[in-house]
């Protein structure tokens, strides 16, 4: 086949994943690359797996600061105008190119791509997941000052109402122009149908299991977890729930971020530092540097609200290493409880108490870590989440 990919993704596991499918589908078929020059281009080099790369050129506008911050709802909503024409030169572009199919990737402005709504080309859309921010309440933060104003003039703000309206209208357009949906778990699945009304097929991600693999080195006395410095990913949760551990079991707290919100950055900071617990963050890390660190974690620790699969606790079982997470979102369909980890509900004591136990039960530990290894290896590989993928875009292709 003839595949044209779209992707306007920044830095982190979407990046990823869909790196790890361009460079294996590109074994069997012709790639061609299509992205925004606003794209994560450097974490994953796409270009030695695809026939060509074509780069648009997208520059957003300014953030206004205080007090003319509400100013950049209006810069948004003239963003959204220049992506939706831009998406329509690519669909043309696309359309023109004879390809099979288009595999379009999330944006990260739009979340469903505007291109989806004017492709003629069969269209297979992997939806990540929904647009969080048009369809969740924020995670409350102190930070946020006057948050009870704030909330009261979003309320009256015509430059947000605007914005979210046209945001809302091209994500719900744009996902329901796709020829099929793959979604990257069940519970994905759930939220795309409640949201848009959409049946989305569930197709995996997959691990890398030769690069994610035991290195036999010896483990350090810290905890990990990985992801994004930014609400959603509840780290606050953690540093609450470690701080319940007695003090001679409470281990450092190591956080390995492909981004960081400098206000979160410093409330987690305080928060641990109020708490008693140490707390090293690190960003931009190389792979080599992450496998490490799971290698050498004495446990994973992974709390974030609702994520729609979670790749970490795949990655921490693809190196042997045990993972306590919170009984929410995709992690409950890649790990087994009390095989591969324990899964607890979002209370800081039970998952204090949890973390505790594999810091006291050493065999326990490895021997959830081995079994975890073991349940990645039968379950989760990249050819199986390929080839799943590849029947989706040769059926869609044929259709």
Not at 147 to 164: A, C, E, Q
Request: charged content about 25%; hydrophobic content about 40%.
């Amino acid at each position: 086949m003839k595949v044209a990919v779209y992707h306007n993704l920044h830095s982190g596991g979407a990046v990823h994943t869909s790196w790890e499918q361009v460079r294996r589908l590109s074994e069997r078929h012709q790639i061609v690359l299509f992205a925004l020059s606003t794209a994560d281009r450097t974490s994953y080099d796409f270009r030695p797996y695809v026939a060509e790369e074509r780069v648009r050129m997208f520059h957003p506008g300014p953030e206004f600061q205080r007090p003319w911050g509400r100013l950049s709802w209006i810069m948004r909503t003239v963003d959204l105008l220049r992506l939706w024409k831009l998406g329509e030169e690519l669909a043309r572009e696309i359309d023109s190119g004879g390809f099979d199919v288009a595999l379009a990737q999330p944006c990260q402005f739009t979340q469903s791509p505007p291109v989806l709504r004017y492709l003629a080309t069969p269209t297979v859309y992997y939806c990540q997941e929904p647009l969080r921010c048009l369809y969740e309440a924020p995670i409350p933060r102190p930070y946020l000052h006057g948050y009870p104003i704030r909330r009261t003039l979003d309320k009256v703000d015509l430059g947000l109402h605007l914005y979210r309206s046209l945001a809302r209208w091209n994500d719900q357009r744009a996902i329901r122009s796709a020829t099929r949906v793959l979604v990257n778990s069940v519970h994905t699945q759930t939220n795309v149908r409640r949201i848009y009304g959409v049946n989305g097929t569930v197709c995996y991600h997959g691990v890398d299991a030769e690069r994610f693999r035991p290195l036999s080195q010896d483990r350090d006395s810290y905890l990990l977890s990985v992801g994004a410095l930014v609400p959603h990913k509840g780290f606050d949760f953690l540093i609450d729930a470690l701080a319940r551990l007695p003090s001679d079991k409470r281990l450092p707290l190591h956080l390995i971020c492909n981004y960081a919100e400098e206000q979160e950055r410093q409330y987690l900071s305080n928060l641990a530092r109020e708490r008693g617990l140490v707390l090293t963050i690190r960003e931009a890390v190389s792979d080599g540097e992450l496998i490490e660190a799971y290698n050498r974690a004495s446990v994973v620790l992974y709390a974030p609200y609702r994520e729609p699969f979670g790749l970490v606790p795949l990655e921490a079982m693809a190196c042997g290493t045990p993972v306590v997470a919170v009984r929410e979102g995709g992690v409950q369909e890649t790990m087994i409880d009390r095989q591969t980890g324990i899964l607890v509900e979002r209370d800081p004591e039970e998952f204090s108490r949890a973390v505790r136990t594999l810091l006291e039960e050493e065999a326990l530990a490895r021997q959830y870590g081995s079994q975890g290894r073991m349940h990645v290896l039968e379950n989760w590989s990249w050819e199986k989440a390929v080839h799943e993928l590849e029947t989706h875009l040769l059926q869609v292709a044929e259709s």
